[in-house]
Antibody, heavy 121, light 107 residues
């Protein structure tokens, strides 16, 4: 059974750095084709893809946020970490991590519950 | 970036109705398209990938079609639990991009 869960701060100040952790189970990021991505959703708005890390440590980023984003993995803990620097109130959103695999066309077939992050002073 | 444009933005309909949502890509994406359903306060759920392949466990009243730039999601007979927002997403290239969503509301 594949599960993912996001954790991290729910309130951060402008200009600070956000670090979110996705802790997963039921799969390994060492398995060929597997990936974990981050997607966010501002309140009442659409989904926005942020970043993705694959089994071979291949990393992909949204070009509009690439200078502020870093995605890493901690294989020993079954975690994927996303950092977003220089936060602004427009970064207020629910942040989701999600699993991707070839059997689902590399789309996101399992999602975490999401974590609402508010950026405010 | 490939832009994904959904229409309509919202649709008011009734249980039992047939509903079709469209998604247009700004450039060809082959069959690299998925549809997700999202209910308020919940994470999106993958319904269809590869433009027309039903994800395991998804009811057969959902179907997808299209290739290249034009795609559609059809719900053959809307059930009460289908009132939700639906998103398309392309995986042909990076960055991955989503449509703006289509809200299916009760008339």
């Amino acid at each position: 059974q594949i599960t993912l869960k996001e954790s991290g701060p729910t309130l951060v100040k402008p200009t600070q750095t956000l670090t979110l952790t996705c802790t997963f189970s039921g799969f390994s990021l060492s398995t060929a084709g597997v990936g974990v991505g981050w997607i966010r959703q501002p309140p009442g708005k659409a989904l926005e893809w942020l970043a993705l890390i694959y089994w071979a440590n291949d990393k992909r980023y949204s070009p509009s946020l690439e200078s502020r984003l870093t995605i890493t993995q901690d294989s020993s803990k079954n975690q994927v970490i996303l950092t977003l620097t220089n936060l602004d109130p427009v970064d207020t959103a629910t942040y989701y991590c999600a699993h991707s695999q070839p059997n689902s066309g590399w789309f996101f077939d399992y999602w975490g519950q999401g974590i609402l992050v508010t950026v405010s002073s | 970036d490939i832009q994904m444009t959904q229409s309509p933005s919202s649709v008011s309909t009734s249980a039992g109705d047939r509903v079709t949502i469209t998604c247009r890509a700004s450039q060809g994406i082959g069959s690299w398209l998925a549809w997700y359903q999202q209910k308020p306060g919940k994470a999106p759920k993958l319904l269809i990938y590869g433009a027309s392949i039903l994800q395991s466990g998804v009811p057969s009243r959902f179907s997808g079609s299209g290739s290249g730039t034009d795609f559609s999601l059809t719900i053959s007979s809307l059930q009460p639990e289908d009132f939700a927002t639906y998103y398309c997403q392309q995986a042909a290239t990076f960055p991955r991009t989503f449509g703006q969503g289509t809200k299916v509301e009760m008339k």
